[in-house]
């Protein structure tokens, strides 16, 4: 499988679009707020899947990686 560059700075850069959180990015969201997501069901699309691969992200300890591809790669609409 072939990392896909375009969808990934997507996840980096899309932001919780309702609830609590709203308008933050999803490496800021926390992981009990992620984790209640996978418990009761992530939303259909993409949203879920973006929430459920940043779970796995922060699981992993890998949420700087997100951070520095953020400052690296600035959304020209954010």
């Not at 992530?42 to 949420?63: F, R, V």
Request: aromatic share 12%; glycine share 8%.
């Amino acid at each position: 499988m072939k990392p896909d560059k375009v969808a990934l700075l997507k996840l980096v850069h899309y932001k919780m679009p309702f609830g609590k959180y709203k308008g933050r990015y999803l490496v800021d969201l926390p992981i009990p707020y992620l984790l209640w997501f996978q418990q009761r069901g992530y939303p259909a699309g993409k949203l879920g899947e973006y929430l459920q691969t940043m779970l796995d992200i922060k699981s992993n300890g890998l949420e700087p990686m997100i951070r520095t591809l953020q400052k690296e790669f600035p959304s020209d609409t954010s």
